[in-house]
């Protein structure tokens, strides 16, 4: 696994994939910095955790449109399906350098809420809290991205089926609210409901919004974090259809 993370790691900071991926998260970030609490004196940063997941839906795609597309595309994916690695070292080694990258975009949060702690007295367990339930959402969306990058070879469709399946995941509660409301009496009225809640019990949106409300909910931790391995696992199902093929 060390190995294909050193690779990974070197291959975003010899393309421009990692440095536009930073840079990008950086620029958002300082203009909701901004604008939520520079311009207007606000000392916390509930807003700007908020408005955080926009970007992240936006740019992990791009970040993770190459780490198993490229390899199909270049022929590469023939020598690590048949070097004597697992394929959940693989997978793994892919998800940890992309989720390297993603975490030095993080950091600037950290640098923010010491700038807010010059001009007040932010809470940090609320802070804490929020970088690591942003750790915790991107990393999901991560293991999404790759999980979808391993179904073509090309980046641009990938990147696309990323964002598409990043979006879904994330207003799944918003699904629920289009449901149709029914009269009580109707067998499928409870089948509806039940379908309404297990949405809004699954959307990533709603359950790392808590934490930016102050809400620290380790059943939310879980969640990502089995999200994180389940997606994972899936990914490397693919890569075992594909030596067998």
């Known amino acids: 696994m060390g190995a294909v993370f050193r ?4 291959s975003y900071f010899t393309s421009p994939i990692g440095y536009i991926f930073i840079a990008a998260f950086f620029a958002y970030a300082g203009l909701m910095f901004s604008m939520d609490s520079l311009a207007s004196g606000y000392t916390k940063l509930d807003s700007l955790f908020s408005s955080l997941l926009t ?29 004597p690695v697992s394929l959940g070292a693989i997978v793994t080694g892919k998800f940890f350098a992309a989720f390297l990258v993603y975490a030095v975009g993080v950091s600037i949060t950290a640098v923010m809420a010491v700038v807010v702690s010059v ?3 932010p809470d940090w367990n609320v802070i804490v809290g929020n970088i690591v339930a942003l750790l915790l959402v991107g990393g999901a969306f991560i293991a999404i991205g790759i999980f979808c990058s391993s179904f073509t070879e090309n980046q641009v ?17 918003s699904i629920g609210g289009i449901l149709p409301s029914l ?10 409901e039940g379908l309404r ?5 699954t959307s990533f949106g709603e359950r790392y ?3 930016t409300y102050g809400i620290f909910n380790f059943s ?15 990914t490397v199902r693919v890569l075992e259809k594909r030596r067998w093929s």
Request: one cysteine or more; glycine letters at 4%; charged letters at 20%.
């Open 119 to 121: 001009y007040g007295d």
């Open 209 to 211: 919004l808590s934490f």
């Open 7 to 10: 690779r990974e790691v070197r």
């Open 197 to 201: 809640t297990a949405l809004e019990k």
């Open 55 to 83: 970007i992240i839906i936006v740019l992990i795609p791009v970040l993770t449109m190459r780490t198993i597309s490229e390899e199909k595309r270049t022929r590469t994916d023939q020598c690590l399906l048949t070097a």
């Open 183 to 192: 009269d009580e009496g109707h067998w499928y009225t409870k089948v509806i």
């Open 157 to 173: 469709v990938a990147a696309v089926i990323s964002f598409i399946a990043l979006i879904g995941v994330s207003f799944l509660s």
């Open 220 to 234: 939310n931790v879980i969640f990502f974090i089995s999200a994180v391995a389940a997606f994972l696992f899936l």
